[in-house]
């Protein structure tokens, strides 16, 4: 597969793919250069979609979905696949033993650069377009792009806590220059550019349903509190949470009253969903095409399902087979036996055997499976690779998560009244006890919630990251500290750059 790095800074990137069955459906305009083009409302629009276009990707050099890696760098899941040498940056993840050249990380860095270098031309664009374009379309797009390439340098600092910050075009002669900056200046462009769309009146609180998958004042809001609650800046929890309050109070969402539906691909941005990374199966892909975003579908939904999975009579019969990776781990099994998200979040493998069904068992298998983001038979793609063409989309930011971010923002900052209140909205929903425990009690009881409502969704990793964590529950796995909270940097872009991008600590 062909590598794309940093280089892509300079590319003049378009594309016309579109975000999913609603929105951003556009039919191919052919080949026009960048200089003539960018000149009416249709043609900035598609340069908006090029951007909404990378959220989608994950076979960007290799199987490269974070939702799946970054579950199994965590404790609620392994690596999985068929062997030990089915994917080795999987594995790598998992046991914590990424080197520069082994791991995922070149095709995530390339993946949200390419989706920045979008992001920086488009908003040049719309900074010099004609007087005919009218306002209120140059307002809202422009806080979309600010709000995409916020997210991308967001998922950056998370993953290699010193990326290179760049917010223009870089021309070629330049590309040996770009400089990494500290996470903090990183973070300080992402509060800017998510603080600028949160400031637009242009921006709407809501969409039509043609319009399914564009930016929000929600969304914006949502993910502003939780950059600003990953930093752990006790100082500013008290900001944090009245970020967070504002969506909670603004009457636009709400948990949904069967935590089974949340992740039902029939209720797709329900009153729960905040933020989603929309998936389809328009493009019919196969793999001779889906590296770069030419497929629109899913790829986490193989990877977890269970491998060579032949259903019996009802047992499973609405599951289709999968790859076998990110086998849930015994300790998450162990920790959700007795809650009532079990049956929604995992799947019990050997419940299905003992009714007849059958699977084949490999890597690191421990017969439980991820339930979230399962194949559905139903739902399998009638054309191209169904491997490739899953239509499930990803749930960024839910309401419940919002929920929890904001009692963990108010614990933090001593408002334990009303970080018990929001706590108890999420566990009331499945029927769940009160808490009443307060002070560092109740804080650890909001972590514990976090893992029960969102195992499986990728956010355990950098919860135990950021929360000090991750030696206690992920040191037995491997993890170092001082070292394994980021990624290396791809080797390939230190070589690029004749040494003038450092690599991490310890690696």
């Known amino acids: 597969m062909k590598r794309t790095y940093i280089i892509a800074f300079i590319l003049v990137v378009f594309s016309t793919f579109s975000c999913n069955d609603d929105f951003l459906t556009l039919e191919p305009k052919g080949t026009a250069l960048e200089t003539n083009f960018y000149r009416t409302e249709e043609e900035l629009y598609q340069g908006i979609v090029s951007v909404y276009d990378v959220l989608q990707w994950g076979g960007r050099n290799g199987w490269t979905m974070q939702l799946g890696l970054m579950n199994a760098a965590s404790d609620d899941c392994l690596a999985g696949g068929s062997d030990a040498s089915d994917q080795p940056s999987w594995v790598a993840m998992d046991n914590f033993t990424v080197t520069p050249s082994l791991g995922p990380q070149a095709g995530i860095w390339s993946k949200y650069y390419a989706g920045i270098a979008r992001a920086n031309l488009v908003l040049e664009k719309l900074a010099g377009a004609s007087e005919n374009i009218k306002k209120p379309f140059i307002n809202r797009a422009t806080a979309e792009v600010k709000f995409l390439r916020a997210y991308y340098y967001f998922e950056l600092v998370r993953l290699f806590g010193r990326p290179v910050l760049t917010l223009e075009r870089i021309n070629p002669d330049g590309i040996n220059a770009q400089k990494q900056v500290t996470s903090a200046e990183v973070y300080a462009q992402i509060e800017a550019d998510l603080r600028d769309a949160y400031n637009t009146f242009d921006l709407p609180t809501s969409v039509p349903l043609s319009e399914t998958g564009r930016v929000t004042l929600g969304a914006v809001t949502s993910l502003l509190g939780k950059v600003i609650l990953y930093q752990n800046d006790p100082a500013r929890m008290a900001e944090a949470a009245t970020l967070l309050e504002e969506v909670i109070s603004s009457g636009l969402y709400a948990l949904e009253t069967d935590y089974g539906q949340i992740f039902n691909p029939a209720n797709e941005w329900g009153v729960e969903s905040i933020f989603e990374i ?28 269970m491998r060579d999975f032949i259903p019996s009579g009802t047992a499973g019969s ?29 799947i019990d493998g050997k419940a299905l055997t003992a009714s007849g069904a059958s699977y084949s068992t490999g890597y690191q298998n421990t017969d439980y499976f991820i339930r979230k983001y399962c194949p559905i038979e139903s739902l399998r793609a009638g054309d191209g690779e169904p491997a490739l063409n899953w239509r499930m989309n990803e749930k960024v930011i839910r309401y419940a998560d919002v929920l929890l971010m904001c009692a963990e923002a108010h614990a933090l900052s001593g408002n334990d009244a009303r970080a018990r209140t929001l706590t108890n909205r999420v566990r009331s929903r499945v029927g769940l006890q009160p808490l009443n425990s307060s002070g560092t009690a109740l804080l650890d009881a909001i972590y514990r919630e976090r893992r029960m409502e969102l195992a499986t969704e990728g956010h355990r990793f950098f919860d135990l990251v950021r929360s000090g964590r991750a030696v206690e529950f992920l040191g037995p796995l491997g993890f170092t500290a001082n070292k394994n909270e980021v990624l290396p940097l791809p080797q390939v872009e230190i070589d690029i750059s004749n040494g003038v991008i450092k690599q991490n600590n310890n690696y």
């Not at 929309?278 to 399902?305: D, L, V, W």
């Not at 998450?332 to 998200?341: A, G, I, S, T, Y």
């Open 278 to 305: 929309n998936h389809s199966e328009n493009q019919r892909g196969g793999y001779g095409n889906f590296g770069n975003g030419e497929t629109e579908g899913n790829y986490n939904i193989q990877f977890f399902g």
């Open 318 to 346: 609405i599951f289709a087979a999968g790859w076998g990776f990110c086998p849930v781990s015994e300790s998450l099994v162990e920790f959700m036996k007795n809650d009532p998200r079990f049956a929604h979040t995992i």
